[in-house]
């Protein structure tokens, strides 16, 4: 279903002369797994965002999954998200940034 409601909209807005690009953004627990207490993991759930990203991409739905560039810095030890929060902070927002530019422009820099 929620494929299928995305395809809706992307065709909408294709209608419409607009490209959508969606952006998977995963949450913190995901990015920072390791450093959550055994205990406190106990029942979350793997995240759904590589297969998710999938099946956009056999439907034809432009996507960026922001999860492999925050898993990226996160092993080389950054922090992306305020350490009280759950919302990015500039380190975060600056990948987030980059990876949305690079999947619009790609290493052209230009739109085709």
Same mark, same amino acid.
């Given at each position: 279903h &929620? /494929?299928?409601s995305m395809t809706n909209i =992307?065709?909408?807005a294709s209608d419409r002369g607009m490209t959508l690009l969606f952006v998977l953004v995963p949450?913190?627990?995901t990015?920072?797994?390791d450093a959550i207490p055994a205990p406190a993991r106990n029942g979350m759930r793997p995240t759904i965002l590589p297969e998710l990203e999938s099946r956009m991409r056999t439907n034809g739905l432009a996507v960026v999954n922001l999860?492999?560039?925050f898993k990226a810095a996160a092993a080389k030890g950054e922090l992306l998200y305020w350490r009280d929060d759950t919302h990015w902070n500039a380190e975060g &927002? =600056? /990948?987030a940034a980059e990876a949305i530019r690079a999947a619009w422009y790609g290493p052209s820099g230009s739109r085709p």
């Open positions: &929620v /494929i299928h =992307a065709t909408l949450d913190k627990e990015i920072y797994f999860l492999p560039a &927002v =600056a /990948i």
